[in-house]
């Protein structure tokens, strides 16, 4: 199976500022799907990035905050743009290898805005 | 709407007593669905596939269609299956999933 790796694992952010993650699969994937974990709650779907075209949101999500680039079949970037402390959060990177339903998730990056 | 429900946050069992981790869906169609577990300090993982009907680490899962539910049972509890673990579904054609909020399991010595 794929090998996902996630940084950063952990940050603190001021409010206002912007945080990358990047997500790096050890072999090429068609779809990348980025999650979020807010304290206490269950994963929810933030969007699904495609090689070359615009990832697709979810409800509730928008590109402005969370821009997310896919230049090629093995990487992944989730920006958190103009954080807030409701923007503390675990954000997991996951990808789906061909032909078999069932995530891969990277180790999760926890992020505290304060 | 589409939903999964883990009731219960918190279950712990005695190494050896039985364990029924709990999980219902509300879907309208033929969910797939699933069982994902997260050991201390590992990444979440896939566990089982219903439409697998396999069994892993001794665990199984029935889908109930008359219920809708997907519970995760093992006969025997061991100290290794301390975990948090995750019930999702994923429509068919999909991959998105809907997650449960998850079941924290403890097994006691």
């Known amino acids: 199976s794929a090998v996902i790796s996630q940084k950063p694992s952990r940050d603190i952010c001021q409010r206002g500022t912007s945080l990358t993650i990047q997500c790096q699969v050890d072999s090429q994937v068609t779809m990348m799907f980025w999650y979020r974990q807010q304290p206490g709650q269950s994963l929810t779907l933030i969007a699904t990035?495609?090689?070359?075209?615009?990832?697709?949101?979810e409800s509730g999500f928008v590109i402005d905050k969370f821009p997310i680039s896919r230049p090629n079949l093995t990487f992944s970037t989730l920006t958190v743009s103009n954080m807030s402390p409701e923007d503390s959060s675990i954000y997991l990177c996951?990808?789906?290898?061909?032909?078999?339903?069932?995530?891969?998730f990277g180790s999760g990056t926890r992020l505290t805005v304060v | 709407a589409q939903r999964v429900t883990q009731p219960e946050k918190l279950l712990s069992v005695f190494k050896g007593a039985p364990v029924e981790l709990k999980c219902n869906y509300s879907y309208s169609g033929s969910p797939e669905l699933f069982w994902y577990v997260q050991y201390s300090r590992q990444r979440l993982q896939l566990l089982l596939r219903h439409i697998s009907r396999e069994s892993i680490k001794g665990f199984t899962a029935d889908l109930n269609k008359g219920e809708t539910s997907f519970h995760l049972k093992k006969p025997f509890a061991q100290e290794e299956d301390s975990a948090m673990y995750y019930c999702a579904l994923s429509g068919p054609g999909t991959y998105k999933y809907i997650f449960g909020t998850g079941t924290r399991l403890k097994v006691l010595a």
């Open positions: 990035a495609n090689q070359g075209s615009e990832a697709t949101y």
């Open positions: 996951s990808v789906t290898p061909s032909g078999v339903k069932g995530y891969t």
